[in-house]
């Protein structure tokens, strides 16, 4: 059985049992990933694409990509085409790529056949009449007055139902199974329905459709499939599916083997709440980055290594369960932080002008210890132009190389609000009325004089730098406590920010609810080079966390900035 770190899972027990049976005959190990196009693809559903394609490459076998559509009214290209480039994205590539649609005809011809072999008829009893003579947990149900017609008639029927006679619901095709089995699933369930809807792959070309514990094992069966990996609520239909299947005489039946859905904390993952979000307008569409969508994930900068990650981490299980939120940022986070690169951004701008900047004395000091190749200075000493040095950058501290980038430093500087307090509380080491601290890769910076406007608020902070500590050259001088990053003010490129929270949170009684408050947009200013992120490039701002440039790079909203996705935070909170 599974053990804690997935590296063993039920799946494989099954497989492994039919394999030394010989239960396939040699036929390669196949699965397949079913979605019905009547949405966008969830992380719940990486977990089932991961699955489904990790088992049959364990096996050296074959994984489909099958649309399950079946179910005319809801279906739609819009979502094929999403569907497809979604399991792509995750790094997957299908063995063959089907419509349960293009089996309709064959369908058709396996629900006639049962009809000959006495396994199904025709019945005239509406929906609702159906429903209430099927019985409950308790008590049998009752016969249709159809159950028993003559094959001849139910075949005459049922081909009157193809040809457009009936209205939908006028007649139904039913399995003729057993009335009183205690699985209700059992008791007559209708394999064929009326339904006069374009269907997006076969037009008009059909008025009856089958229903799915109808068409499911066909479908499977038709692509070889050996192994059809479900989600644990169609336990209770495995017994309709077996039947099909041996109703059919089918040879090498493949075997149905449920597992627990994916439930994420703070998440929700119905398709059909899901859409109605993206129809009321409460999100952006399907990829707005706040959807647990595989589209979504991407717009916020999820990477598909790291959905990978989480989908193994989790494991595989019959048991329901809810994984916490926070393991999914920590894959993500543990996936960026050796592999993207490191700019300063300042959030909540505070400026900083360093009064002794220009005077001469930096250049002195550029000039005695040469900081590094890129190192010198710009810019006109004569005060009238901004004076500029190059500070040089590590991109990724993990990851030497990845290399060194420079970056302008200057007489004034935008820092974090968060690094200035004018009354600093006990052991607060940042910027505050006396206090020295270290900019990065730059100098040591005393904080001299708080400037303000009329109401009080601070517009300016007046500071000294100190030549002799430029970075890198060996200072090895007083101690300073805080290091805080910056950014040179007459090259900062603005930037919108935008941090996200949960979509759900938990209510009162603890029941699920839509938070309010889900997205914060911020003005920020940062580095140069950030001016030339390209759309899907992500970034670990220095100190805040992980932001991907989006998809739609600039927010006309915003004079033309562009526009960042906060990906994840630094710290996580996830044992
Ligand atoms: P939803 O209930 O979110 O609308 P669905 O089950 O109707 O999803 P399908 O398109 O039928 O969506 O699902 C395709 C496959 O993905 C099925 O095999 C289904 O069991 C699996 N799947 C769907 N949701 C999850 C989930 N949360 N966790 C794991 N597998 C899932
Ligand atoms: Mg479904």
Redesign the pocket.
Known sequence: MKDDTGNSNFIYDFIDEDIAADRYQGRPIYTR????P??YL?I??A??ICLNFTTAKKYGGKCNLRF?DTNPIKEDTEYVESIENDVRWLGFEWNELRFASDYFARMYECAAELIRRGKAYVDDQSADEIKRTRGTLTEPGKDSPHRNRSAEGSLLLFDEMKRGLYADGEKVLRAKIDMSAPNINLRDPVIYRISHSEHHNTGGEWCVYPMYDFAHPIEDAIECVTHS???ME?EDHRPLYDWVLESLEWELPPRQIE?A???LTNTV????YLKALVDDGSVSGWDDPRMPTIAGLRRRGYTPEAIRAFCEGIGVAKANSVVDIGYLEHCVREDLKAKVESRNVVFDPVKVVITNWGDGAELAAADGDSAGSDGGSVGGADGSAPLLENAEMENNRETPELGTRTVPFGRELWIDGADFIENPPKKYFRLYPGNEVRFKGAYFITCDAVVKDADGRVTELHCTYDPATHSGSGFEGRKVKGTIHWVEASTAVEITVREYGYLMTEGEDGESVRNPDSVREMKCYAEPSVADARAGERFQFFRHGYYVADAELTDSAHGGAKVFNQIVGLKSSWK
């Open positions: 990933f079913p979605p019905e009547n949405g969830h719940g559903h977990k089932a399950d990996l479900c989600t169609f597992f859905r994916l439930n993952m119905s398709k059909r």
